[in-house]
């Protein structure tokens, strides 16, 4: 039995057709996805894992006292970066300042509960940076 010639073509440009469209997408995927995100615990400077058994530092968290955590962070942090940080208590895991800085900023977070009985949590976030 003869294969017939103009099915065969329209198999090979079916083919073609496919693995042209697998390459666009490839490429587009390629472009879009962002490249310059970086994600590394190396510059990090450990003062929310520092904080973190703190006792007071976790009841200042709790109760929202954002003054006391500032003074604990503060405490923590070299004087380098003083000025140059922001933090925030929150229950969204999704929350981020709007006023950061257009330069590298480092970010740290941790996630402080209570005790089992009253089930209250936090997240502390804080971000900090150094212009050049």
């Known amino acids: ?19 042209i469209a697998s390459l666009m997408l490839v490429t587009f995927i390629a472009f879009v996805i962002p490249t310059n995100f970086e994600s ?11 904080l973190q058994l ?7 968290v709790i109760n929202d006292n954002t003054t006391c955590v500032q003074t604990y962070i503060e405490s923590k942090l070299p004087t ?17 300042p709007t006023d950061l800085p257009k330069t590298k900023v480092i970010s740290e977070n941790i996630f402080i509960a209570t005790d089992k009985i009253s089930i209250k949590s936090k997240i502390v976030r804080l971000y900090y940076w150094q212009t050049s």
Not at 42 to 49: A, F, K, P
Not at 54 to 60: H, K, L, P, S, V
Request: aromatic share 10%; charged share 25%; glycine share 6%.
């Open 1 to 19: 039995m003869a294969v017939n010639p103009i099915s065969s073509k329209k198999g090979f440009i079916k083919t073609v057709e496919a693995i």
């Open 54 to 60: 703190e006792e007071g530092f976790r009841t200042c």
């Open 80 to 96: 380098d970066y003083l000025n140059k940080y922001r933090f925030m208590i929150t229950t969204d895991n999704q929350a981020v």
């Open 40 to 50: 590394s615990t190396q510059d990090q400077l450990g003062v929310l894992s520092k």
